[in-house]
Nanobody, 123 residues
Framework: VQLQASGGGLVQVGGSLTLSCAAS????????VGWFRQGPGKERELVAAIRWNGLRTYYADSVKGRFFISRDNAKNIVTLQMNSLKPEDAAVYYC?????????????????WGQGTQVTLSS
């Protein structure tokens, strides 16, 4: 499975941004997908994830009610809608895929990774 993340950029605090993860390869639509982020000097953290059929999602407490993950399996795209952005949301965002719904929230649960896309906040 190959993943291509896009949509990052410069946005004002309080603004919105939509990230996209395009998946390709064998059975890409049958994989769970997670969005991780890594800020300067911080560990990579899972912010949202969605099961292959879209029937189960996960959100980190820090983004609940502000970020929304969705997927379109016909187009093999997973979208992360980010609203009410805060300075602490600034990071490099990565999408990752897993054949199974990971039991943990760490990076080890995901076998495939896309390149990162930078999200920068301005006040």
């Amino acid at each position: 499975v190959q993943l291509q993340a896009s949509g990052g950029g410069l946005v004002q605090v309080g603004g919105s941004l939509t990230l996209s993860c395009a998946a390709s390869g064998h059975a890409a639509s049958s994989h769970a997908v997670g969005w991780f982020r890594q800020g300067p000097g911080k560990e990579r953290e899972l912010v949202a994830a969605i099961r292959w059929n879209g029937l189960r999602t996960y959100y980190a407490d820090s983004v609940k009610g502000r970020f929304f993950i969705s997927r379109d399996n016909a187009k093999n795209i997973v979208t992360l809608q980010m609203n009410s952005l805060k300075p602490e949301d600034a990071a490099v965002y990565y999408c990752a895929a897993s054949q199974h719904w990971p039991t943990g929230r760490g990076t080890e649960g995901y076998e495939y990774w896309g390149q990162g896309t930078q999200v920068t906040l301005s006040s």
